[in-house]
Nanobody
Framework: QVQLVESGGGLVQAGGSLRLSCAAS????????MGWYRQAPGKQRELVATIYSPRNTGYADSVKDRFTISRDNAKNTVYLQMNSLKPEDTAVYYC????????WGQGTQVTVSS
């Protein structure tokens, strides 16, 4: 059964850090590009970071130089290190494949207080 399970969210003060994890039960994980998305209340889900390989990553302008995406193919896991968090980063964070997306997981809530 294909499954995406996100974890690592929480409540943090502005300027703080969090590290999100996403465990993916996908047979093709190591060959797939993966992405982190977020959805704030009342807003559409947006793609914030993508990774194919450690040297092939991409970021939305809003998170560039603050967030770092990485992956461990041996563990079928993708990570998002979030530093210098801002209140506008508050959202539910999800992972998925940008190409041929899978059923969405439950996401993990990130709340940044000012």
């Amino acid at each position: 059964q294909v499954q995406l399970v996100e974890s690592g969210g929480g409540l943090v003060q502005a300027g703080g850090s969090l590290r999100l994890s996403c465990a993916a039960s996908i047979n093709t994980f190591s060959a797939d590009a993966m992405g982190w998305y977020r959805q704030a209340p009342g807003k559409q889900r947006e793609l914030v970071a993508t990774i194919y390989s450690p040297r092939n990553t991409g970021y939305a302008d809003s998170v560039k130089d603050r967030f770092t995406i990485s992956r461990d193919n041996a563990k079928n896991t993708v990570y998002l290190q979030m530093n210098s968090l801002k209140p506008e980063d508050t959202a539910v964070y999800y992972c998925n494949r940008p190409v041929r997306p899978l059923p969405w997981g439950q996401g993990t809530q990130v709340t940044v207080s000012s």
